[in-house]
């Protein structure tokens, strides 16, 4: 399904309605109940919030950064509740851009892992990026805005990924093998690339899922 223009079908009319967000998922719109656009998208976002709780409270380690990073997963579970609950442009702004501070804060992590404190450039460098891209996103709107976001979060995740693991090429060249760090990091990685093409059928084949054809 188009995220920009989604198939009549999917308007049906609710309590949010209309619909003013760039986008619209596959899950059919006001059919399990009257004040929730999309029910079980909307439900399964609180997990968001669960796991951004758990990492804040079970996390061995402290440190601000990592409170951040928890904390801003947190509030992406609640925007995510909030958009999917709601569809409307504000609430979507409330799930996008905690997003992009959620890898941002990620990102700064993995930096300063692997080549250590970087000085105060680094962060003032960082949320000047996230002033000027979170203003961007939020004032413009269609196609122009999605694709804006994508790849914004897409540039953060690709950074993410080579620090992650060049973090543990690193481990392992110096310390040997960590069979826990090698699972976790296989798990995860399995995980995101499933969570991906998921998302990406949701984007593109929702007719063939759920039996919404093109000229609905």
């Known amino acids: 399904m188009s995220p ?3 198939p009549q079908s ?5 309590y949010w309605s209309p619909n003013t967000a760039s986008m619209d998922w596959c ?7 009257y004040f929730i656009a999309e029910f079980w998208n909307t439900l399964s976002s609180l997990f968001i919030v669960l796991l951004g709780e758990l990492g804040l409270h079970l996390s061995p380690t402290k440190e601000l950064r990592f409170k951040v990073a928890f904390r801003t997963i947190s509030i992406v579970g609640i925007g995510s509740t909030l958009f999917h609950g709601t569809l409307r442009h504000k609430m979507q702004l409330l799930d996008e851009l905690p997003m992009i501070y959620a890898a941002t804060a990620l990102l700064f992590i993995c930096v300063e892992t692997k080549n250590g404190p970087q000085g105060r450039w680094f962060p003032i460098s960082l949320a000047t990026w996230l002033v000027l891209t979170s203003i961007f996103v939020s004032i413009t709107g269609g196609r122009l805005q999605f694709y804006t976001f994508q790849a914004s979060f897409g ?8 620090y992650t693991t060049t973090i543990h090429k690193l481990q392992t060249a110096t310390r040997g093998a960590n069979k826990t760090s090698a699972w976790l990091i296989q798990r995860a990685l399995g995980v995101y690339f499933t ?6 059928v949701d984007l593109h084949l929702c007719e ?3 039996g919404v054809g093109a000229d609905s």
């Open 10 to 14: 999917f308007d049906q009319i609710g």
């Open 155 to 162: 540039v953060l995740q690709i950074g993410i990924l080579y």
């Open 27 to 33: 899950e059919h719109n006001y059919v399990v109940s």
């Open 4 to 6: 920009i223009a989604p």
């Open 208 to 210: 063939f899922i759920n």
């Open 195 to 200: 969570a991906v093409a998921m998302w990406l």
